[in-house]
């Protein structure tokens, strides 16, 4: 789904499930296709969990 994505780790599903009805339908997917991961030399993260400061 994502040009120059470089994934980090997989997707647990339990995340998935906890957070399925409280982000946007193209996270989700993301998630469900291309696990954790960045693009944009780590500018934009896919990763929840306290949705993580950027540029950290």
């Not at 599903?13 to 693009?39: F, R, S």
């Amino acid at each position: 789904m994502l040009e120059n994505f470089i994934k980090v780790t997989d997707m647990p599903q339990e995340v998935i499930e906890k957070y399925k009805d409280q982000v946007p339908a193209e996270l989700l997917q993301i998630w469900q296709e291309d696990d954790l991961g960045t693009i944009l030399n780590g500018g934009i993260a896919s990763l929840p969990e306290g949705l993580r400061s950027f540029g950290k």
